[in-house]
């Protein structure tokens, strides 16, 4: 019976919204990231893409006066969904039932941040945000990096914010411990993900660089969101650097998208 009144009611929804076809494909067309989907994910991407647009208000800043339209939004709509493109629909709204809102701001914006370390100490410092999201609030992403998001290089702020609302999903800080599934082990998750966050400290204390932006190295939530970035933008780098974790992550988004990056 519930089976039968949400297929009713995904109908109505498509009846009055049809799909727009030719602004998919011009969202694909813009960004290398989706342009590297397979026609089947593409196929299921788009539609999800489209109702996620219904279901969460996108509001540009006032003092933001640049043109964006519909596969633009799509565009952006899609980048989010991209990371629950493997899971059921109920499991994709489930995931990002916690806001409502993405606000797009003219620029880079800045936070005062006050930070306790292991040995007790409160450090404040001003940091400059690309993005930001807290439990239950909107997404927050400056224009600019959304613009230089979308391609094959191991950056995107929106993924990386969407990321951070699936870490939100069981507790009120992003801890780089999202809901799992069954079939994760949380032992597993954390023996994984203390092992990357390890390597990066190593790296960093003995002053190399480490394999993906260091930025993950700042915080386990933070580590959660840039490996998160980097398995969907470039993956390769992500799985000559970590394998272990790389494997994980296909399991829990349940889709690989190393193959996509060298399909003709």
């Given at each position: 019976?519930?089976?039968?009144?949400?297929?009713?009611r995904?109908?109505?929804?498509?009846?009055?919204?049809?799909?727009?076809?030719?602004?998919?494909?011009?969202?694909?067309?813009?960004?290398?990231?989706?342009?590297?989907?397979?026609?089947?994910?593409?196929?299921?991407?788009?539609?999800?893409?489209?109702?996620?647009?219904?279901?969460?208000?996108?509001?540009?800043?006032?003092?933001l006066?640049?043109?964006?339209?519909?596969?633009?939004?799509?565009?952006?709509?899609?980048?989010?969904?991209?990371?629950?493109?493997?899971?059921?629909?109920?499991?994709?709204?489930?995931?990002?039932?916690?806001?409502?809102?993405?606000?797009?701001?003219?620029?880079?914006?800045?936070?005062?941040?006050?930070e306790?370390?292991?040995?007790?100490?409160?450090?404040?410092?001003?940091?400059?945000?690309?993005?930001?999201?807290?439990?239950?609030?909107?997404?927050?992403?400056?224009?600019?990096?959304?613009?230089?998001?979308?391609?094959?290089?191991?950056?995107?702020?929106?993924?990386?914010?969407?990321?951070?609302?699936?870490?939100?999903?069981?507790?009120?800080?992003?801890?780089?411990?999202?809901?799992?599934?069954?079939?994760?082990?949380?032992?597993?998750?954390?023996?994984?993900?203390?092992?990357?966050?390890?390597?990066l400290?190593?790296?960093?204390?003995?002053?190399?660089?480490?394999?993906?932006?260091?930025?993950?190295?700042?915080?386990?939530?933070?580590?959660?969101?840039?490996?998160?970035?980097?398995?969907?933008?470039?993956?390769?780098?992500?799985?000559?650097?970590?394998?272990?974790?790389?494997?994980?992550?296909?399991?829990?988004?349940?889709q690989?998208?190393?193959?996509?990056?060298?399909?003709?």
């Open positions: 019976m519930l089976r039968a009144w949400r297929r009713a995904e109908r109505y929804f498509e009846a009055r919204h049809p799909f727009p076809d030719e602004a998919w494909r011009e969202s694909r067309a813009r960004l290398p990231l989706l342009a590297a989907l397979t026609e089947e994910e593409a196929s299921r991407l788009g539609p999800r893409a489209w109702r996620f647009l219904f279901d969460k208000r996108l509001s540009l800043h006032p003092e006066d640049v043109p964006f339209d519909l596969p633009a939004r799509l565009a952006l709509a899609a980048q989010a969904c991209l990371l629950t493109l493997g899971w059921t629909e109920r499991e994709h709204r489930e995931a990002f039932a916690n806001f409502h809102e993405i606000l797009i701001l003219p620029e880079a914006f800045k936070r005062h941040v006050e306790m370390d292991e040995f007790g100490v409160m450090h404040e410092y001003v940091d400059e945000r690309a993005g930001e999201t807290s439990y239950q609030g909107p997404i927050v992403i400056a224009f600019p990096d959304l613009m230089e998001s979308g391609d094959l290089n191991g950056f995107n702020v929106m993924i990386h914010e969407a990321s951070h609302k699936l870490d939100l999903g069981n507790s009120p800080d992003a801890d780089g411990f999202p809901p799992l599934p069954r079939d994760i082990d949380p032992r597993e998750w954390h023996r994984v993900f203390t092992a990357v966050w390890q390597d400290q190593a790296h960093l204390a003995q002053g190399r660089e480490p394999p993906i932006d260091d930025y993950a190295a700042s915080h386990p939530g933070e580590c959660f969101a840039v490996c998160c970035e980097y398995f969907f933008t470039a993956p390769r780098i992500l799985d000559d650097a970590y394998p272990a974790l790389y494997a994980l992550l296909v399991r829990y988004f349940r690989d998208p190393l193959p996509r990056r060298f399909r003709p």
